[in-house]
Antibody
Framework: QITLKESGPTLVKPTQTLTLTCTFS??????????VGWIRQPPGKALEWIAL???????RYSPSLRSRLSVAKDRSKNQVVLTLTNMDPVDTATYYCAHKMAASSSFDYWGQGTLVTVSS | QSALTQPASVSESPGQSITISCTGTSSDVENYNYVSWYQQRPGKAPKLIIYEVTTRPSGVPDRFSGSKSGNTASLTISGLQPEDEADYYCFSYTASTSLYVFGTGTKVTVL
């Protein structure tokens, strides 16, 4: 059974760096085609895809966040870490990590999400 | 990379059918079968209900179906049920850029 769970701070100050960890089980991030994606959703607004890391280490980022965003995987811990620098109140959102299916471009399993508020 | 365009809201009575459109471009929806659909109930994580335009994951009721014509993908819910009231998002992979994009989202209300 595949599970994912996001963890990290619930409150960050403007200009600070956000670090979120996605801890997963039930799959390997070494399996060809598999990936872990990050999606965020500001309160009351639409979903926004922001990043994806593939089984081979390839990383993809939303163009609007590329300069501030990075993702990395720790295979030994079954974790993917998201780092978003220079946080702003507009970055306030629920952040989800999700499992990308090996033979598809879709996310079939999602974490519960974690709400991150940016405020001084 | 612009969001795919969906209607903001759709309402219909139980037992009826609705169709939600998702309009993209030749860079995503039109030329690739990488469209998926997600259902999101209030306070919950999204749930995959259709992938690769027409495929239903195991456990998703067959009243949910997907299709595509040109640069517009569609999600049809037949025999609308009260539990179908939720937000629905389309999602596409863009092979030319290897990036991803969600639709603007549609709120479905069961009257």
């Amino acid at each position: 059974q595949i599970t994912l769970k996001e963890s990290g701070p619930t409150l960050v100050k403007p200009t600070q760096t956000l670090t979120l960890t996605c801890t997963f089980s039930g799959f390997s991030l070494t399996t060809s085609g598999v990936g872990v994606g990050w999606i965020r959703q500001p309160p009351g607004k639409a979903l926004e895809w922001i990043a994806l890391i593939y089984w081979d280490g390839d990383e993809r980022y939303s163009p609007s966040l590329r300069s501030r965003l990075s993702v990395a995987k720790d295979r030994s811990k079954n974790q993917v870490v998201l780092t978003l620098t220079n946080m702003d109140p507009v970055d306030t959102a629920t952040y989800y990590c999700a499992h990308k299916m090996a033979a598809s471009s879709s996310f079939d399993y999602w974490g519960q999400g974690t709400l991150v508020t940016v405020s001084s | 990379q612009s969001a795919l365009t969906q209607p903001a809201s759709v309402s219909e009575s139980p037992g009826q059918s609705i169709t939600i459109s998702c309009t993209g471009t030749s860079s995503d929806v039109e030329n690739y079968n990488y469209v998926s659909w997600y259902q999101q109930r209030p306070g919950k994580a999204p749930k995959l209900i259709i992938y690769e335009v027409t495929t239903r994951p195991s456990g998703v009721p067959d009243r949910f179906s997907g299709s595509k014509s040109g640069n517009t993908a569609s999600l049809t819910i037949s025999g609308l049920q009260p539990e179908d009231e939720a937000d629905y998002y389309c999602f596409s992979y863009t092979a030319s850029t290897s990036l991803y994009v969600f639709g603007t989202g549609t709120k479905v209300t069961v009257l």
